[in-house]
């Protein structure tokens, strides 16, 4: 019968954490807008080390790492991913439309489309907004596109990080189809 594997049993089949630093990072940028909940901002760091995102961007009026709610939820992982504190969201996103970057923004707003239905460029940089008050307008409005995930029962929003999880994946799953057609 199956039987999960232990924590020295997973740690034995990954590279070296000396080797860790070098390895090649996912396109993919990660922007947060002001999330107020650490365990949030920890299990969306967490995630991103997890799929090798590039960089997680901290904006606006939030919490940054060294906090023990986020050291909490992210299991460490801060130390693993590069990330930044920007207090200008609105700037950093100009500067990555400047490079070519493509805005995608998780909002449910008039001209949000379902994230099926999204088609990316890569890099691609994803931003993700309090779930009380969203992603700053003016953000969603330079942004390229603006990704839902339905909601079919009575509750208006889903958790972040649980948004975080099923975008940052389906961009890693569009990523890989991208590298299986090239190659």
């Known amino acids: 019968m199956e039987r999960p594997l232990n924590k020295?049993?997973?740690r034995s089949k990954?590279?070296?954490r000396s080797e860790f630093s070098n390895i090649s990072r996912n396109p993919i940028y990660v922007v947060l807008d002001s999330l107020k909940c650490a365990h949030n901002i920890g299990t969306i760091l967490r995630l991103s080390d997890a799929l090798l995102v590039k960089k997680v961007y901290i904006c606006g009026k939030t919490i940054v790492p060294p906090n023990r709610k986020?050291?909490?939820s992210s299991r460490g992982s801060e130390k693993w991913v590069e990330w930044e504190y920007k207090k200008d969201i609105v700037k950093l996103?100009?500067?990555f439309k400047e490079q070519g970057i493509f805005i995608v923004s998780s909002e449910i707003s008039s001209s949000s489309i379902d994230y099926n239905d999204a088609e990316y460029n890569l890099p691609v940089c994803l931003v993700l907004g309090r779930e009380y008050d969203g992603i700053c307008a003016e953000v969603?409005?330079?942004s390229d596109c603006a990704v839902h995930l339905p909601i079919f029962g009575m509750a208006n929003s889903i958790n972040v990080s649980t948004t975080a999880?099923?975008?940052?994946y389906d961009i890693i799953?569009?990523?890989n189809k991208?590298?299986?057609v090239d190659n």
């Open 8 to 10: 020295t049993e997973i």
């Open 14 to 16: 990954k590279i070296s």
């Open 70 to 72: 986020i050291k909490a």
């Open 93 to 95: 996103i100009k500067e």
């Open 140 to 142: 969603l409005n330079i």
């Open 165 to 168: 999880s099923v975008l940052l």
């Open 173 to 175: 799953k569009r990523l």
């Open 178 to 180: 991208m590298y299986t």
